[in-house]
């Protein structure tokens, strides 16, 4: 693999290797990962009241609804197996 030389190779590199392999796991990743992680959930509640928090790469979205005191603002490339 080399680098990229141009905007256009790095997007298909993007795809190529990253995208198109979330997509073969997606399930998978959804499945064994459908509890909230005790640490994260601790971390999350470090934070004030109306705080921002941007979740950036945020899988099948387990921690949407730990806190509803603060603002989430969550991203994520989304493929069609999270839609259910």
Not at 7 to 28: F, G, P
Request: glycine fraction near 4%; hydrophobic fraction near 40%.
């Amino acid at each position: 693999m080399s680098v990229p030389k141009s905007e256009l190779d790095a997007s298909q590199l993007e795809e190529e290797h990253v995208h198109k392999v979330y997509n073969q796991i997606a399930h998978n990743f959804s499945d064994t990962r459908h509890k909230p992680w005790p640490r994260v959930v601790d971390f999350l509640q470090t934070f004030s009241p109306n705080s921002l928090i941007l979740d950036v790469g945020c899988g099948n979205g387990k921690y949407m609804n730990t806190r509803r005191d603060v603002f989430m603002v969550y991203s994520i490339r989304m493929c069609f197996f999270f839609f259910f």
